[in-house]
């Protein structure tokens, strides 16, 4: 990535809209941006897909589900989130259908976000990361979505991000990355699980230093944003 293209993520709006098909997808990415926001005093809320039913191995979808959402909500608050919504589509069988679609853009429409934020729709984050086919179907649905909406919808929103590699835009975020570790590790069932031998505490600290990358050019840490649709 180079800096020099890379613009700072616009400050001038009030509320942004989360869209995630699993629970953990907003911490995985975009936590320390999050806890910065609501700092200063924005509203930020999320609605997820999917309540994560099917993510726990070993653990049957009726005690997952409630779990998940459980962490989920423990999570989220503590970067500031307080209304946090699920969805029930099937975990791991999520799919960019009209239902999909339908469901998003009526969130769109009563919520009236100024910038709504997604996953990343590309196959791959890197070579050998392939992305998660729900992620691609879910990030396809929200662009969809928002196309959807009329021309002379008063309040609509102006920006639809994706968090992903090589962004448009960058939220420094020095001061929130450890705000960013406590809410991944919120997921505190969910972690132990994954990874049973390292530690939770452990995990989430690698994973925020990785989806924070230091940019000395724009400030210190960062998270970043591809900008799909402006109105």
Same mark, same amino acid.
């Given at each position: 990535?180079?800096?020099?293209?890379?613009?700072?993520? &616009? $400050?001038?709006?009030?509320? @942004?809209?989360?869209?995630?098909? %699993?629970?953990?997808?907003?911490?995985?990415?975009?936590? *320390?941006?999050?806890?910065?926001?609501?700092?200063?005093?924005?509203?930020?809320?999320?609605?997820?897909?999917?309540?994560?039913?099917?993510?726990?191995?070993?653990?049957?979808?009726?005690?997952?589900?409630?779990?998940?959402?459980?962490?989920?909500?423990?999570?989220?608050?503590?970067?500031?989130?307080?209304?946090?919504?699920?969805?029930?589509?099937?975990?791991?069988?999520?799919?960019?259908?009209?239902?999909?679609?339908?469901?998003?853009?009526?969130?769109?429409?009563?919520?009236?976000?100024?910038?709504?934020?997604?996953?990343?729709?590309? &196959? $791959?984050?890197?070579?050998? @990361?392939?992305?998660?086919?729900? %992620?691609?179907?879910?990030?396809?649905?929200?662009?969809? *979505?928002?196309?959807?909406?009329?021309?002379?919808?008063?309040?609509?929103?102006?920006?639809?991000?994706?968090?992903?590699?090589?962004?448009?835009?960058?939220?420094?975020?020095?001061?929130?990355?450890?705000?960013?570790?406590?809410?991944?590790?919120?997921?505190?069932?969910?972690?132990?699980?994954?990874?049973?031998?390292?530690?939770?505490?452990?995990?989430?600290?690698?994973?925020?230093?990785?989806?924070?990358?230091?940019?000395?050019?724009?400030?210190?840490?960062?998270?970043?944003?591809?900008?799909?649709?402006h109105r």
């Amino acid at each position: 990535m180079n800096a020099k293209d890379v613009q700072p993520f &616009p $400050s001038n709006w009030q509320t @942004a809209l989360v869209l995630v098909p %699993h629970p953990d997808d907003p911490e995985y990415g975009i936590g *320390a941006a999050v806890a910065k926001w609501t700092a200063a005093g924005k509203t930020v809320r999320y609605a997820l897909g999917s309540r994560g039913e099917a993510g726990i191995a070993g653990m049957p979808p009726e005690q997952a589900g409630p779990l998940r959402e459980e962490e989920q909500r423990r999570s989220a608050a503590i970067v500031g989130v307080d209304d946090v919504a699920f969805w029930d589509f099937p975990d791991s069988n999520i799919r960019d259908t009209p239902e999909l679609r339908a469901k998003i853009a009526e969130t769109i429409v009563t919520l009236r976000p100024d910038v709504v934020i997604t996953l990343y729709s590309g &196959p $791959s984050w890197a070579p050998g @990361a392939p992305n998660q086919r729900d %992620h691609i179907e879910f990030a396809h649905a929200v662009a969809a *979505a928002f196309d959807s909406l009329p021309d002379n919808l008063s309040d609509a929103p102006v920006w639809l991000f994706e968090n992903g590699p090589d962004p448009s835009h960058c939220e420094t975020v020095d001061g929130y990355t450890e705000a960013a570790v406590n809410s991944l590790a919120a997921h505190e069932v969910y972690l132990s699980v994954l990874d049973p031998e390292t530690p939770v505490v452990e995990q989430a600290r690698r994973q925020v230093e990785m989806s924070t990358p230091a940019l000395p050019e724009l400030g210190g840490r960062t998270v970043g944003f591809i900008l799909k649709r402006h109105r």
